[in-house]
C-alpha cells in the first residue's frame, strides 16, 4: 500500500500532537495536581437527609472569616433556596445529590461543576462584588430542569 508523502505528514502531525496533549494533562493532573472537583468524598445518596453535614444544609462560618456552604440538590431544588454572605466572603461550596445527577453553576463566578449522587463535590469562590447571584442546574435531570435554581446574595 502507498501513501501519498502529504497523507504521511499529516498522520504524522496528528499522531505527535495526541502524544504533545496527552503529555500536557498527565503534566496538569500529576506535577500541577489539577484535577476536576469531584469525587472528594462519598455519602449514601439514599440518607443524604440523615447524614451530617448534609442533615442541616446551610452556611458555617469558619474561625478564619471564610465560610462553608452544604448543598442538596434534588429534583428540582437546591436546599439552601437562599444564601446570604457578605461581600469578600471567601465561600467552599459542599455539593452532593439525594437522586440524579444535578449540576451545579454559577454564572460570572469560576463554580462550575455536578452534584452527583453518593459523592461530594466541593470548590470555592471568593465572592469580592456585592449582589444576587443565581445558582442553576445545567445538567438535564427532568422535566422540572428550567425551574432548579438558587440564589445567594452578596452584600
Ligand atoms: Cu437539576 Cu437540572
Avoid at 501519498?4 to 503529555?23: I, K, N, P, S
Avoid at 463535590?121 to 438558587?150: D, R, V, W
Amino acid at each position: 500500500m502507498r501513501i501519498h508523502r502529504y497523507e504521511r505528514w499529516w498522520l504524522t502531525f496528528g499522531m505527535a500532537m495526541l502524544l504533545v496533549f496527552l503529555g500536557l494533562i498527565g503534566f496538569a493532573a500529576f506535577a500541577d495536581n489539577i484535577n476536576p472537583p469531584s469525587d472528594m468524598q462519598q455519602v449514601d445518596p439514599t440518607k443524604v437527609s440523615q447524614t451530617a453535614p448534609f442533615d442541616k444544609p446551610g452556611l458555617r462560618k469558619l474561625s478564619d472569616g471564610s465560610y462553608e456552604a452544604y448543598y442538596v440538590a434534588q429534583v428540582f431544588t437546591f436546599n439552601p433556596a437562599t444564601l446570604t454572605v457578605p461581600a469578600g466572603s471567601k465561600v467552599t461550596f459542599f455539593v452532593t445529590s439525594s437522586d440524579v445527577v444535578h449540576g451545579f453553576f454559577i454564572p460570572s463566578t469560576d463554580i462550575n461543576m455536578m452534584a452527583v449522587p453518593g459523592w461530594v463535590n466541593e470548590q470555592t469562590h471568593t465572592f469580592s462584588k456585592p449582589g444576587e447571584y443565581l445558582l442553576i442546574c445545567h445538567e438535564y435531570c427532568g422535566l422540572g430542569h428550567q425551574n432548579m435554581f438558587a440564589k445567594i446574595e452578596v452584600r
